[in-house]
């Protein structure tokens, strides 16, 4: 049995001029493929003309066909990659009312025993109206409705199936749901002959299926990601500073990286004083 364990985290950080902007629609859209990419758009609609500006646009994972625009007219860009952190940098047109950034994720769908998991950390800026949506491919369903958070709608534009969520209001997001193939669900008949085959084969092959399943799981982290699922499957019980004394992490970066594995499910933590003990969980 092959496991995939993908993962993909978006983080977005505008420069401190624009953020001071008022932000009066913002919007942000998954179009889920069959192959597991995802096209990902996001528009920002500002509420006074931007004067020539530069921003910055930070993204975390494997991306590719990024594309920058005003509405009109592409903006040129320049992309810089330090460790698993993609800068995109680039100059707003004077006049500029709206903000397009696309670009394709690689990254951002995992899947296990024919059922796949999208999921990604959101920090919207503050606006008047956040919609987010994501579109599932052509003949695929959720399944038994796992999706988070809460408050969505379940639409569809004829063909496709896909859930909106307004999140004005909201400052940190965990977006998470399941889906499957409609017209392809072996999941069950998958499961009994994998579990048939766990049982008759050797040693020898358990043992090589295991190597297989860690080094997959492993593969969907980003470094630094890996550097802490390392230590705590090592040490199973490590308090959260002494990780950023270790891998010389910020107290920030160190945040981040427990939020995305805690919600992954993978470790747990217990504030004690201004830090946390963290657990790794098997």
Known sequence: MKHTFLFFTILMLIFPYVSALEISDYSMSFDVKQDGTVHEEISMAFSEKLTSSE????????????????????????LEKVGSEH???????????????????KDLVFSKDN??????????PESD???????LPKGFAIYREVIHPGGYDTLTDGERIYLEWDLSGEEDVMLS???????????????TVMSVIIVVVAGYLIFHY????????????????????SRLQQDNVIMQKKLEKEFSFSRAKMTRIV???????????????RTNRLFFKK
């Open 129 to 135: 109206s956040i919609i987010i949506r994501a579109f």
């Open 115 to 124: 059922v796949y998991s999208f999921s990604t950390s959101l920090e919207p």
């Open 55 to 78: 921003l910055n646009y930070v993204v975390l994972g494997d991306i590719s066909d990024l594309k920058v625009t005003d509405g009109e007219r592409n903006i040129d860009y320049t």
């Open 177 to 191: 749901f399941k889906f499957y193939n409609t017209h392809n669900d072996y999941s069950v008949i998958i499961l």
């Open 259 to 273: 939020k995305r594995l805690e919600a992954k499910g993978l470790l747990e933590k217990e504030r004690v004083g």
């Open 210 to 229: 295991k190597g297989r399943v860690k080094k997959e799981f492993m593969r969907g982290f980003t470094e630094d990601e890996r550097k802490v699922l």
């Open 87 to 105: 800068s995109v940098k680039f100059v707003v047109p004077e006049g500029t009312e709206n903000l397009e950034i696309s670009f394709i994720a």
